[in-house]
């Protein structure tokens, strides 16, 4: 039973935020930046944000060569650089909201570990370095492969290595946890551990279903990521589960950094000297396309081996812990930012960039609630 102060004050809001990770706070924090005097909520169903915010490896990237080069198979050159400016935008936006100290940002640089049969990916190296001069005033990637010998890869696997100095690492958890204190300490209200189970849209506003509650707002935004099926299931995304480990300290770990490999499929970096490794999903990606939080051995047998055989050959190795996360992909990596309908929003599939998109995604989302 209700009393009359939480109907009056705990119910009702300018604007009603679904899902609180990296986008969900990010456009809480813009609208309270925008609109100082307006009320937000943000309903998260886990104690934890529940898809990838908590759960990525801290990679603060925006594509390497191969990755691409594939998108430009996919999309025309003007839009593969708005993407690229989009995530590098984001994480400049991230950066200066929450500051490099709060989120251990590290300014290694990043590097693609290319195979024998991949070495024709140098062959475009030239025309995307040309393509991204105009966005980033200097060539972003350079061959350099005396690294691969510097890190310790096996050079049976790997025979080309390219570096890009643009490229850095975060803190995922200490990340969130600011972002989190930020949102609160402008005046978003955030109830964690409540599921919305539907919304209805009326002609003066929105009501919002949870925990056994009516929440109402002038509008809605989704930022639910691989989960907005559950509550508009024609929506145009697949879910993805990646896989992630992090083995103990590694005694004289010689690399500091982040690293791609296969289109970006594997992904790998210190963490001190502890080694965070992830992907595989393409080995197995009918099988990845799930929301459910499990472990395919299939494609942890792969990390293991490649860790032991590729990225630390004659050294031991121990694996401490090993979590998956589950991202949302489209027909191209162009992130979904859409009003669904009158009052609702949307700002959903981030296509494994969401620490590089979510800020700007949410930044845009935010303008778009408030010229409703």
């Not at 934890?48 to 759960?55: D, H, I, L, M, N």
């Not at 145009?236 to 296969?262: D, I, N, Q």
């Not at 296509?351 to 979510?358: D, E, L, Q, S």
Request: hydrophobic share 40%; glycine share 10%; with cysteine.
């Amino acid at each position: 039973m209700l009393s009359f102060w939480e109907k009056d004050h705990f119910l009702n809001y300018d604007h009603i935020i679904i899902g609180g990770g990296i986008v969900g706070l990010s456009t809480a924090v813009s609208l309270m930046e925008k609109a100082p005097n307006k009320r937000v909520l943000v309903l998260e169903r886990g104690v934890f944000p529940t898809g990838a915010s908590t759960k990525n490896a801290g990679f603060a990237c925006f594509g390497s060569l191969t990755e691409i080069m594939v998108d430009l198979q996919k999309m025309s050159p003007e839009e593969v650089v708005n993407l690229v400016s989009t995530r590098w935008n984001g994480l400049q936006l991230l950066r200066k909201r929450l500051g490099d100290t709060a989120i251990d940002y590290r300014s290694y640089g990043g590097y693609e570990l290319l195979s024998k049969n991949q070495l024709n990916a140098l062959d475009k190296l030239d025309e995307v370095n040309d393509l991204l001069k105009p966005l980033f005033d200097q060539e972003v990637y350079r061959q350099t492969n005396e690294k691969i010998e510097d890190f310790g890869f096996n050079q049976a696997h790997v025979s080309a290595v390219i570096f890009n100095p643009l490229e850095a690492q975060i803190h995922t958890g200490k990340m969130m946890k600011r972002l989190q204190q930020l949102a609160t300490s402008l005046g978003v209200e955030v109830i964690s551990g409540i599921e919305v189970e539907a919304f209805e849209e009326q002609a003066n506003g929105v009501t919002v279903k949870a925990g056994g509650l009516s929440f109402r707002a002038e509008n809605i935004a989704l930022c639910t990521n691989a989960f907005t099926k559950n509550l508009l299931p024609e929506t145009a995304l697949a879910p993805g589960r990646g896989t992630v480990l992090v083995t103990k300290p590694v005694a004289g770990l010689k690399f500091k950094g982040t690293f791609h490999y296969e289109e970006g499929y594997y992904y790998f970096r210190n963490y001190e000297n502890r080694i965070i490794f992830g992907g595989g999903r393409n080995l197995a990606e009918a099988e990845e396309e799930t929301t459910a939080f499990e472990i395919n051995e299939k494609i942890l047998n792969k990390l293991k081996h490649d860790l032991n055989e590729v990225i630390c050959p004659n050294q031991s190795v121990e694996i401490e812990h090993v979590w998956s996360g589950i991202m949302a992909f489209g027909p191209n990596k162009q992130p979904m930012l859409k009003q669904h309908t009158d009052r609702v929003f949307m700002g959903v599939r981030l296509g494994g960039m969401g620490v590089a998109i979510g800020s700007q995604l949410g930044f845009d989302l935010a303008d778009r609630m408030l010229q409703f």
